[in-house]
């Protein structure tokens, strides 16, 4: 049974960073390497950064198949639209309907907020990625390069989704 939980202690934050390394591991290291996975790793998903950015008002959430910790999100309001700031997926639990149960739960959490819009940044080379969201109705904006410091970027499409109610 799939159920969502919001991240409000140390003890998610470190289990949000537990997953972090596992997903971003095998999953960004072919896209961007090792070095860049770890800076990333240690500044923007440890506990301390996740802590820091609840404090700076994103909420983080937990995704659970059977007390089972599959993945996590976050997002944040900004204007009229929900920043999904992280949505990710242990790798044996893609293609089970997980994503698609966060990405509702994040619709619906917009929706109640009478907010136009749901936005998210996704890496180029994502290709996957790319076409999951554009499936579930986002649309390509463009491309953002972000200097995130320690000579790396974020290489990104900027995508949207418009809600209309």
Do not use: C
Request: negative net charge; glycine residues 6%; hydrophobic residues 40%.
């Amino acid at each position: 049974m799939l159920q969502i939980k919001l991240a409000n202690n140390i003890e998610d934050f470190r289990n949000i960073e537990d997953l972090a390394k596992e997903i971003w591991e095998e999953h960004y290291t072919p896209i961007i390497g090792p070095d860049q996975v770890a800076y990333m790793l240690n500044k923007f998903q440890s506990a301390v950064a996740i802590k820091n950015q609840i404090d700076d008002e994103y909420q983080y959430f937990q995704v659970y198949i059977d007390d089972i910790s599959v993945g996590y999100f976050s997002f944040i309001k900004r204007d009229t639209s929900l920043f999904l700031s992280k949505i990710y997926v242990l790798k044996k639990y893609r293609g089970k309907g997980v994503g698609k149960f966060m990405m509702d739960f994040v619709l619906q959490k917009a929706m109640q907020l009478n907010l136009i819009s749901i936005v998210l940044t996704v890496n180029k080379e994502n290709k996957n990625s790319i076409e999951a969201y554009e499936k579930m109705g986002f649309q390509n904006m463009g491309s953002l390069v972000a200097d995130i410091g320690n000579g790396f970027v974020m290489d990104d499409n900027k995508m949207i989704k418009s809600l209309i109610y």
